[in-house]
């Protein structure tokens, strides 16, 4: 025989599973709001460096991201140069601001024609100055309005990275 309270407790349970919200973003929604950033550029002492036509590709394993993108380095003198960069980052979601965030953006490569690997340090330091400010604490994606009120009131749960999208799971407990 069930106590009212044991009763009451377990209609809880069995509800709250039965109301667990799920979102999709998909890898092109957040292209989209980083896309409407570009360019990013930064003056160093020597050098100009502008970041343009990034695209991100969202890694499964350990929630990440890889951006790649074209990169243009103006010398002082005037000497223009051209090439690319691949940076990677944590892909982290916030409940209070139901948005996601790229933390820890680290560039691990950088090519440049005509920059000499003994430049190579500086040039990736200036690169890595231009993209973190550009990221870190700035949402790359906010859920809608129609989204938000899906999950009021809920906590994520979990939030996993496959077939070039993310999938959270939302749960009032």
Known sequence: ??????????SVFLSSAAHSYEVIVTEQQ?????NSRMPLT????????????????LLDENNRVRLAADVQLVLTIGIQSRGNLIA?????????????????????????????????PSVIQLA??????????QPVYTLSEEGQQ???RMMLKSMTINDHSVLLDFSPF
């Open 1 to 10: 025989m069930r106590t009212p309270l044991i009763s009451f407790l377990m």
């Open 30 to 34: 957040i292209q989209d709001t980083l």
């Open 42 to 57: 930064r003056q160093g002492r020597l050098a100009t460096l502008t970041i343009d036509n990034t695209a991100i590709d």
């Open 88 to 120: 990677e980052g944590d892909v982290r979601f916030d409940d209070a601001s139901d948005s996601f965030f790229i933390d820890n953006p680290t560039v691990i490569d950088l090519n440049i024609e005509g920059v000499p690997a003994s430049y190579k």
């Open 128 to 137: 890595q100055q231009t993209l973190a400010p550009s990221l870190e604490g």
């Open 150 to 152: 899906g999950i009021a």
